[in-house]
């Protein structure tokens, strides 16, 4: 089955910092990657997406690039501040396995001032 | 913009007794979508439903869950008697599209649901 890796928090870092958050997957089809990130107390939002191998996402400043051959799809901010504080969640979407999304298990990012 | 609203945002209920959570979907959406999260845990499908059927559910999703669009714009979850393990944030989502190359869906703010 379908299963997204995320690597666990949280991951706390000094604004204006790089950030990398690394995830993983495992696919029977050709899927549709995406980055959701939930705020405190609020639900989840798109961040980004990919639908295809090479393409780059990007928005806010964050950018993830869809790499079928390392099965991966790693998010980068290259400059992180205090208001991008919350949970990210790495997700696909297979479309021979349905239309639901499978999550990864989510990541903490924490800026410090 | 268009979005996807929740009521209630918290509900409190007693176990053993029935929840109806609500949703109301982006309007010219079709596929519709019940997720939770347990606390501290990742999101987990649990419905989805187009055409007025369920098109798949996970594991998760029993006999004593039932999803209905019972008009034009709501879209609910019923929990018939409701387990402490029920207790998680409900999040409902909807998307235009389901079997296309990506799937977007938008997601509403969440129900928190504790039950007691």
């Known amino acids: 089955g379908n299963s997204v890796t995320q690597m666990e928090g949280p991951v706390t870092l000094s604004e204006e910092a790089f950030l990398t958050i690394n995830c993983t997957y495992t696919?029977?089809?050709?899927?549709?990657l995406f980055w959701y990130v939930q705020y405190p107390g609020e639900g989840l939002q798109l961040l980004l997406k990919?639908?295809?191998?090479?393409d780059k996402g990007s928005n806010k400043g964050f950018e993830a690039t869809y790499r079928k051959e390392t099965t991966s799809f790693h998010l980068e901010k290259g400059s992180v501040q205090v208001s991008d504080s919350a949970v990210y969640f790495c997700?696909?979407?297979?479309?021979?396995?349905?239309?639901?999304?499978?999550f990864g298990g989510g990541t903490r990012l924490m800026v410090k001032p | 913009e268009p979005e996807v609203t929740q009521t209630p945002s918290h509900q409190v209920t007693q176990m053993g007794q029935e929840v109806i959570l609500r949703c109301v979907p982006i309007?010219?959406?079709?596929?519709f979508y019940w997720y939770r999260q347990i606390l501290g845990q990742k999101v987990e499908f649990l419905v989805s439903?187009?055409?007025?059927?369920?098109?798949?559910k996970s594991e998760i999703f029993d006999d004593q869950f039932s999803v209905e669009r019972p008009d034009g714009s709501n879209f609910t979850l019923k929990i018939r008697s409701t387990k402490l393990e029920d207790s998680a944030m409900y999040f409902c989502?909807?998307?235009?599209?389901?079997?296309?190359?990506?799937?977007?869906?938008?997601f509403g703010p969440g129900t928190r649901l504790t039950v007691l």
């Open positions: 989502a909807s998307s235009f599209k389901g079997l296309a190359n990506y799937n977007e869906q938008f």
């Open positions: 696919a029977t089809g050709y899927p549709s």
């Open positions: 990919a639908t295809k191998a090479d």
């Open positions: 997700a696909l979407s297979d479309r021979d396995a349905g239309n639901m999304l499978t």
């Open positions: 309007s010219n959406h079709l596929y």
């Open positions: 439903f187009y055409n007025n059927e369920i098109s798949e």
